[in-house]
Structure formats: C-alpha cells, structure tokens
C-alpha cells in the first residue's frame, strides 16, 4: 500500500509538472508575441501552423499547384497568363517622372494678344468719339447710306476678335 501510495503522488507530481511546463510554454509564447508588438506576426504564426496542418492533412503535393503557369507546357495557359500580366501591367502607375515635351507657347504670343485687343477697343472708341471720319475717313466719305458706313466699328471688333481668339490658344 506504500507503494501505491507513493505511485500516485508520483504520477500526481509528472502531471503538474505536464500542467506546468504546458502553462509556461504559453505564457512564453505570449510573451513573446507582445514583444514583437504587432499582430501581423500572430497571424502570420497562425497561417504558418494552419498551413502546417493542411499539409499534414493534405494528399497532394505541392508540385501539383502551379505557381507560374506560363512555365507550363500548355501554350494556352502560357498565353492566358502572358494576356493577365500585360493587364496588370497597363493598369499600374508608373512612380518615375517622364519628360514631357514643352508645348507652351512662345514668350511673345500672350502679350501680342493683348496688345491686340487694345488696339480694338482703342479704335472702337475712337469711332464712337469723331463719328466714324476718324481712324479711316473713307467708310464715312464713301459709304454715307450704306451698310459699310459702320466700317470702322467692324474693322475694331475685329482686330479685338483676333486678339480674344488668340488667347483662347495661348497655354
């Protein structure tokens, strides 16, 4: 009776010691997880035991999945996956600066616009101001009755249109 007395506290003792050892194992592991600080390694930890299992489990082989299928002697899938690389490669920015070509205008173009249509309005006023004999009397001379008696102004709002439509062109 002392023996079994002394086997049960034996096995009493290998148990707590198996409760203890299995207790400080995962409190090392905890540990150690909060160390790294970062939940991406836990779960990476977890994917890694998950795929250890699945592969334990597992009948086939990983040579059976092809990782790169355009290595495969099927000229189909080749092209398939030649057609999906090239897609994926139109839709990703591209991070490098490229040059590009220098389309503006020359250094002349805007103020020669400008200058443009000043001399418009500057005509437009000074037909308005000497009754349309001034700064081409001929209109006023010639064209008494007629449509072209205004040909100044006409000949103002001209010069101001090409102004304005040369600065719609400016970049």
């Known amino acids: 009776m002392a023996l079994e007395k002394k086997s049960t506290t034996d096995d009493a003792d ?3 010691e198996k409760v203890s050892k299995k207790s400080s ?3 090392s592991a905890k540990s150690a997880e909060k160390d790294k600080g970062s939940k991406k390694d836990s779960a990476a930890s977890e994917k890694t035991k998950k795929k250890s299992t ?12 092809k990782k ?7 000229p189909a899938k080749a092209a398939k996956a030649l057609e999906e690389e090239s897609r994926a490669a139109a839709n990703r920015v591209s991070r490098t600066p490229k040059k590009i070509k220098d389309t503006a205008s020359p250094r002349w ?20 101001l000497f009754g349309g004999r001034y700064p081409l009397p001929y ?17 103002g709002f001209l010069i101001m249109l090409s ?9």
Do not use: C, Q
Not at 68 to 74: A, D
Not at 139 to 155: K, R, S, T
């Open 68 to 74: 790169h299928p355009e290595r495969s002697g099927n």
């Open 25 to 27: 194992d995962k409190n």
């Open 54 to 65: 699945a592969d334990k489990g597992s009948k086939k082989s990983s040579s059976s999945k």
């Open 139 to 155: 209109f006023a001379e010639h064209h008494v009755g007629d449509w072209l008696y205004n040909g100044n102004l006409y000949i």
């Open 109 to 128: 173009y805007a103020p020669t616009m400008v200058t443009l249509l000043v001399i418009g309005l500057l005509w437009v006023v000074a037909t308005y």
């Open 14 to 16: 290998k148990s707590s």
């Open 163 to 171: 102004g304005f439509l040369g600065l719609l062109r400016w970049k």
